[in-house]
């Protein structure tokens, strides 16, 4: 398993952007497919989106397509998530997951990092 921090959650206005990071220990993030996920006050957790060990294959939820972006950099151990034209509905506490497989189920994530806040206001 790996220990996951994530950081750069915040207050934004409708329309604009945020960049969530979140940062892993261990030697072999690699092999780790990453996943974002949220979940918004009294809602169920859900997926959001995912890449792979190498980067080379990403997922989205629906409602995030067009406008939120996922990349990582195993150099450095650390995946983003860029999100662009917020809206109000995003609001929700944001986590990272790892997974040694490529899949958005969160059950098969086995690490998770303790969220960060993210408030769209209108």
């Known amino acids: 398993q790996v220990q996951l921090v994530e950081s750069g959650g915040g207050l934004v206005q409708a329309g604009g952007s945020l960049r969530l990071s979140c940062a892993a220990s261990?030697?072999?993030?690699?092999?780790?497919?990453m996943g974002w996920f949220r979940r918004a006050p009294e809602k169920e957790r859900e997926f959001v989106i995912n890449?792979?060990?190498?980067?080379?294959?990403?997922t989205y939820a629906d409602s995030v397509k067009g406008r939120f972006t996922i990349s990582r950099d195993n150099a450095k151990n650390t995946v983003y998530l860029q999100m662009n034209s917020l809206k109000p509905e995003d609001t929700a506490v944001y986590y990272c997951?790892?997974?040694?497989?490529?899949?958005?189920?969160?059950?098969?994530?086995?690490?998770w990092g303790q969220g960060t806040q993210v408030t769209v206001s209108s």
């Open positions: 261990g030697r072999t993030f690699s092999a780790y497919t």
């Open positions: 997951a790892a997974s040694r497989l490529f899949v958005s189920n969160p059950k098969a994530f086995g690490s």
């Open positions: 890449i792979n060990g190498n980067g080379g294959s990403t």
